[in-house]
């Protein structure tokens, strides 16, 4: 017996509503994981405007590279990833010693110089199979908003020193992975 055109087309339509349903609540629920996870730099560090929409912005990258799927979730995640040790690193330092972060910060981009040669390395080893700008747009995005947050308390010198410690810590991955292909 076959299925008649206008049923065959309802389930259609049913199948494809119930998929984008799915992701878009996948993608609430990474977007809310990711800024819980980012909580504790916002918390500790700086309760500050510029700090509260770099963490939604956080979220919300996360959640629409979720949403869109492809290479826009995998550089998400890679940014994400790369991200999160500059995002977490001062709210650990200040933990400890409110003191030594106050004293980092106010003495130059180091402690951000730091966690971006991390995230740099990170970032260049999960986007050696990546390639094109939804991955790149994706996973920058990701690591800027996240690190953003740690950085917020060094001024415009955190932010370089960021900068300079992805480019620092990335660079060498690459090349070297250039050189072994």
């Known amino acids: 017996m076959a299925v008649s055109e206008p049923i065959q087309t309802g389930l259609k339509l049913a199948a494809r509503r119930a998929y984008e349903r799915g992701r878009f609540q996948g ?3 990474r977007g809310a994981a990711a800024a819980i996870l980012a909580m504790p730099s916002f918390a500790v560090c700086n309760q500050t405007p510029w700090a509260g929409v770099c963490l939604a912005g956080f979220a919300i990258v996360v ?32 933990a400890f010693d409110p003191d030594l972060c106050v004293l980092l910060s106010s003495r130059g981009p180091w402690l951000c110089a730091a966690g971006g040669v991390a995230a ?12 094109g700008l939804p991955f790149w747009s994706g996973a920058l995005a990701a690591l800027g908003f996240a690190a953003a947050l740690g950085c917020i308390p060094a001024g415009a010198l955190g932010f ?19 050189a072994a292909t």
């Not at 869109?68 to 994400?80: I, K, N, P």
């Open 27 to 29: 993608a609430l629920w």
């Open 63 to 94: 959640a629409a590279g979720r949403f869109r799927g492809l290479g826009y979730e995998e550089g998400t995640r890679a940014g994400a990833l790369a991200g999160i040790l500059p995002c977490l690193l001062p709210a650990v330092v200040r």
């Open 120 to 131: 740099g390395v990170i970032l260049a080893r999960r986007g050696r199979a990546a390639h």
């Open 160 to 178: 370089a020193g960021l900068a300079a410690g992805v480019l620092a810590g990335g660079a060498p991955v690459l090349v070297s992975q250039r």
